[in-house]
């Protein structure tokens, strides 16, 4: 945390009602003003016109591989990309090698985060059929994942009574992979031999993710349990999702945003996602959704595999694509589009995250806030680049696209992490405090509520 006092001088404000310019004090890692004086004294000046300051994005859903598969990724090299993204927090799942299914093994992630993270973090309780003591007992962790489909070990909850019993039983947020276990089996042997990767689109189908998300929401309203929907991939869902319920939110990615099953021409298993991409019309109904907010949260599911790996015959070739550094560009771009505002990506990316999991002190520029912060260029042109990603994948789906909308200057409790095209070693974040008591989301007639 830094102790020094710290001007932002001049940049355009996205607050949480409005966008002005203004100068931002920080403090002791909070932001200590919204309004102060141009000649404000401070140890430390960053001089922000002609840039937009945002709150640190939160991405909700991250796949860091650590422990058991960190030539992919790791949670020091998952957080140096996030820092570039202009990521100031993630929350990560548990299917790692071992999964984090008991106390012990989460310990041992937020220990190793404390270490080399160079940005906030948090790391969720995976449920198994057999974990219902752990999962009551792990009330540091932002929420309970749920792996309601195909997953590694025994992560895969499918029995009705397991279920039932960890909506029931557990108070903590839950949160789901939906995609139908029997569905894709019974798809899978239909299909036969000899697929190709068109065919994880017809294996994964959109009955696949309708059935598992009804399935899945009906045990959140019938106990009454907050839920979130991970990687909504279909137009079908959005009415499930957003049925008026203030314990049941949603999120949706941006590989399921810009690409569909016509993209498997061109991009192969470089899109192989799960749940898979789906139809032009569900990325035309999803963006829709967003902007009615019936859909809340973009997350990345920054899931990373090797090229290597992902260049494997299907289905030898792993699900999954690597997204956190590219992620806030890409929605800046649709700004710059006429697509959306500055204000409704801080709603999407920063502001409904923290509400959702009840993370204190994040997601809005207020006074009291931790100073998570990052300034963007929304005139910046860049390339993405295979060889220029900080991710240890070293590729994207979206190698050779040109945005508009950068992060240029991304900060952790008010100290640089990421600027001027380089990460700094010395900073380090913090575990995420989750208020799961004042945790939620609902719209007001003044916009969120918690």
């Not at 994880?200 to 959140?220: E, F």
């Amino acid at each position: 945390m830094s102790r020094e006092r710290i001007l932002i001088r001049g940049a355009q404000v996205v607050f949480p009602s409005q966008t002005a310019q203004a100068n931002i004090l920080i403090e002791d890692g909070k932001i200590l003003a919204v309004d102060a004086a141009r000649d404000q004294t401070a140890e430390r000046v960053l001089e922000a016109e002609g840039l937009t300051l945002l709150p640190g994005v939160i991405d909700d859903q991250v796949h860091f591989r650590e422990p058991g598969l960190t030539h992919k990724e790791d949670i020091e090299t998952g957080s140096i990309a996030c820092a570039a993204g202009g990521i100031t927090t993630f929350l990560e799942m548990p299917n790692t090698i071992p999964p984090a299914t008991h106390a012990s093994e989460l310990a041992r992630k937020y220990e190793r985060a404390a270490k080399v993270s160079r940005v906030n973090f948090g790391f969720y309780i995976g449920a198994t059929e057999s974990n219902l003591s752990e999962l009551q007992a792990a009330t540091h962790a932002p929420g309970i994942k749920i792996f309601i489909g195909s997953s590694t070990g025994d992560l895969l909850v499918d029995s009705q009574q397991a279920l039932e019993e960890i909506f029931a039983k557990t108070t903590l947020p839950i949160c789901a992979h939906c995609e139908d276990e029997s569905t894709v089996r019974s798809n899978r042997q239909r299909l036969g031999d000899n697929l190709s990767v068109h065919d994880h689109s017809r294996i994964r189908d959109r009955q696949a993710a309708i059935v598992a998300t009804r399935r899945a929401i009906d045990l959140a309203t019938r106990h009454q349990h907050r839920f979130h929907v991970l990687h909504v991939s279909t137009a079908d869902e959005i009415p499930l999702v957003s049925q008026g319920r203030p314990w049941i939110t949603g999120e949706v990615c941006p590989h399921h945003l810009f690409f569909s099953v016509e993209d498997y021409d061109r991009l192969g298993s470089l899109v192989q996602m799960n749940p898979s991409v789906k139809l032009p019309s569900d990325c035309k109904a999803l963006w829709q959704a967003l902007l009615e907010n019936q859909i809340q949260v973009i997350a990345t599911d920054h899931a990373p595999h090797t090229l290597q790996e992902k260049q494997q015959a299907y289905p030898s070739s792993p699900s999954g694509l690597p997204a956190v550094e590219n992620s806030l560009a890409l929605i800046l771009n649709q700004a710059n589009q006429g697509r959306c505002s500055l204000q409704q990506i801080v709603g999407w990316m920063c502001d409904a995250p923290a509400r959702v999991w009840g993370l204190v002190g994040k997601g809005r520029i207020e006074v009291g806030y931790d100073a998570d912060l990052v300034l963007v260029d929304m005139q910046l042109k860049r390339t993405i680049r295979n060889d220029e990603q900080w991710t240890r994948s070293k590729w994207s789906p979206w190698h050779g696209t040109t945005l508009q909308g950068w992060p240029v200057h991304t900060l952790v409790a008010g100290r640089t992490v990421y600027s001027d095209g380089r990460v700094h070693d010395e900073v380090r974040g913090q575990a995420v405090h989750c208020d799961h008591a004042r945790g939620g989301y609902w719209q007001t007639a003044d916009g969120i509520g918690i």
